[in-house]
């Protein structure tokens, strides 16, 4: 069985979905790479999915506004080469379900509903939420919306466990060092926490998880408390 996610990091969102699919053939379209998931990945900048799907269904719709569309500037922005099109198109033909999570809709919530309206009555597979649960979607389509840029030190939060980890790449990009205690500021609340070093993580984008926090990608400010 062939699943399509596009949950920013599904063994963290849903362990359960994880768990149920482990065995079957599973692509995952996001920024992030999930170590834990017996998957294929398509890297895709952050708040790209309008944009990601966009491309897939100027390849597989037969309709007006994906055909006026910049597809050079669209693979561009979101990170997905025209030349990964046609495998991701192939597998989306005979997928079964596809898992969706809140924060994909922070960037063209609208469109990104009706594009994956279009292709679930197409290609007749199932949109699932986190839960595992059957939903339905439906938007608009018109002209989409310009990415948001995440510059320097950016995290994706959660409430599943308390951390603050990134590899080394995130490390260079906040100026953190291993064990640091910091002061977290970001859109949803100030934090206070220590953060750890995982070498084993790849990419820019470090994992911040407390109690609250709602799944999303943030660029954070710190205050070190040891320069107080």
Excluded: W
């Amino acid at each position: 069985m062939k699943i399509l996610s596009l949950a920013s990091m599904l063994s963290i969102q849903s362990p359960n979905l994880s768990d149920k699919f482990k065995d079957d053939d599973i692509l995952v379209i996001s920024p992030l790479k999930d170590t834990l998931l017996n998957a294929e990945f398509i890297k895709c900048e952050i708040g790209s999915v309008s944009y990601a799907l966009a491309l897939i269904c100027q390849n597989l719709l037969n309709d007006e506004f994906f055909d006026e569309l910049d597809v050079g500037y669209l693979s561009g922005e979101s990170n997905i080469g025209e030349e990964e099109l046609p495998d991701i198109c192939e597998f989306i033909k005979d997928t079964k379900f596809c898992i969706v999570s809140d924060e994909i809709f922070a960037k063209n919530p609208s469109q990104i509903k009706e594009m994956l309206n279009l292709l679930s009555t197409k290609f007749g597979f199932g949109l699932l939420n986190l839960n595992g649960e059957k939903i339905a979607l439906s938007g608009k389509l018109y002209e989409l919306d310009e990415l948001d840029s995440f510059d320097g030190a950016v995290v994706f939060t959660h409430s599943k466990s308390d951390e603050f980890r990134g590899g080394k790449f995130f490390a260079m990009a906040s100026k953190l060092r291993d064990g640091s205690e910091v002061i977290l500021t970001t859109k949803q609340k100030e934090i206070k926490t220590k953060f750890n070093l995982d070498k084993s993580m790849q990419g820019t984008i470090a994992m911040l998880g407390s109690s609250g926090l709602e799944y999303g990608f943030e660029t954070i400010s710190y205050t070190n408390l040891k320069k107080i």
